[in-house]
């Protein structure tokens, strides 16, 4: 039978070596190996324990609180260092979990918005604040609703003057004629008016062809098409549309408006729209009134072209416009060259595209 020192030795030995493991331990999990080695079930010290059982009477009385003394002090010196080793780990998971939050955000990854594009979001956002909806026509059109719906027969001279791109083929369904890359929004006016009955308010943007091509004109550009149709809809509601429009889309408090008689087939009376404008460090802006520039083609829907889509012009009248969008994004935004706007450059895109979360809105702000 050991004596009581060798067994006092033992405890004292392995006390040490529990306590330079436990302040060893790196992590939690490391320190729990160890707490499974000293006080689990097959653990050293509870086998300690257990074998307290089996000493004689009076060693055990002796042996006893010594082990249980042990026990206690592996267990405090575990929970201290736990204390200290969770207090590390929180540490570690916060500064790795840091945010400055006065770092700038992330910029979408690629692209940007083309301003035609956020010229058109502006403008379906301003009409939409009046009642007005976005209709849509087809690229490639038929010569019935590009031209003839729209009082411009065959023989008609004003053909002459939209210099259209023709497609081999014949349109199929109830429309036949040629097809045709449309040459002007207004189509959209007869597909609007020929599929839902009046009141209509409506825009329409959209791409165009013309066979053009010079520093102020592309085969391709865009324009927006406006049209209304009410019982008793007359030239005062167009102006005021369109003064209320070019207030919001150039953010001006008041703008100046000229209505010049003009010619269209499928408008009468037919005007020329200008807005007061005034140079600025060389560049025109609109504003002021030195100078006027043409912005808008517009007038009241003719009769006919009324007629023609099966709606009575004694009981409905509307009003009509259209206007370049690239146009208007050039004022707007300061471009000089509409041809850049076709060229893909990514150069010119950075400089003039907008941030594709910069969505235009009224409350917000329309650039
Ligand atoms: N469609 C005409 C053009 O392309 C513009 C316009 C639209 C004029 C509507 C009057 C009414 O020039």
Same mark, same amino acid.
């Given at each position: 039978m050991r004596g009581s020192s060798d067994v006092t030795d033992e405890l004292d030995r392995l006390r040490a070596d529990l306590d330079a493991r436990i302040a060893a331990a790196g992590d939690l999990a490391a320190l729990e190996a160890v707490r499974v080695? #000293?006080?689990?079930?097959?653990?050293?010290?509870? #086998?300690l324990l257990r074998g307290l059982g089996g000493l004689a009477p009076e060693v055990r009385r002796e042996q006893a609180p010594r082990v249980q003394a042990l026990r206690e002090a592996i267990a405090q010196a575990l929970e201290s260092r736990r204390a200290v080793l969770g207090e590390a780990a929180l540490a570690a998971r916060l500064a790795a979990e840091r945010q400055d939050m006065s770092l700038p955000a992330l910029l979408p990854p690629a692209g940007s918005i083309h301003p035609v594009s956020q010229v058109m979001d502006e403008l379906a956002e301003i009409f939409a604040d009046l009642g007005f909806t976005v209709a849509e026509g087809p690229e490639i059109e038929d010569d019935w609703h590009n031209f003839t719906a729209l009082n411009i027969p065959p023989e008609h001279p004003a053909r002459a003057m939209h210099d259209t791109f023709y497609i081999a083929g014949e349109a199929a369904g109830e429309a036949p004629g040629r097809l045709l890359l449309r040459t002007h929004t207004s189509p959209v006016q007869i597909r609007t008016m020929t599929a839902s009955p009046p009141p209509l308010r409506v825009i329409a943007p959209g791409r165009v062809y013309r066979s053009d091509s010079d520093a102020t004109h592309t085969p391709m550009f865009h324009q927006v098409e406006g049209l209304v149709v009410d019982r008793d809809t007359h030239m005062g509601h167009l102006r005021w549309t369109l003064e209320t429009f070019l207030k919001a889309f150039f953010g001006l408090e008041d703008v100046a408006l000229r209505f010049r008689p003009s010619y269209f087939p499928f408008t009468e009376p037919s005007v020329e729209v200008d807005v007061g404008c005034s140079w600025e460090g060389g560049r025109l802006t609109v504003g002021g009134g030195q100078s006027w520039l043409e912005v808008l083609g517009a007038g009241m829907v003719h009769p006919r072209v009324l007629a023609n889509c099966g709606l009575s012009p004694d009981t409905w009248q509307g009003f009509a416009f259209g206007c370049g969008i690239d146009r208007l994004a050039m004022l707007k935004y300061g471009m000089t060259d509409l041809r850049a706007f076709f060229d893909a450059?990514?150069?010119?895109?950075?400089h003039h595209g907008f941030r594709a979360l910069d969505v235009p809105t009224i409350s917000g702000s329309l650039s």
């Open positions: 080695e #000293a006080l689990g079930r097959h653990g050293s010290v509870t #086998a450059d990514l150069r010119w895109l950075r």
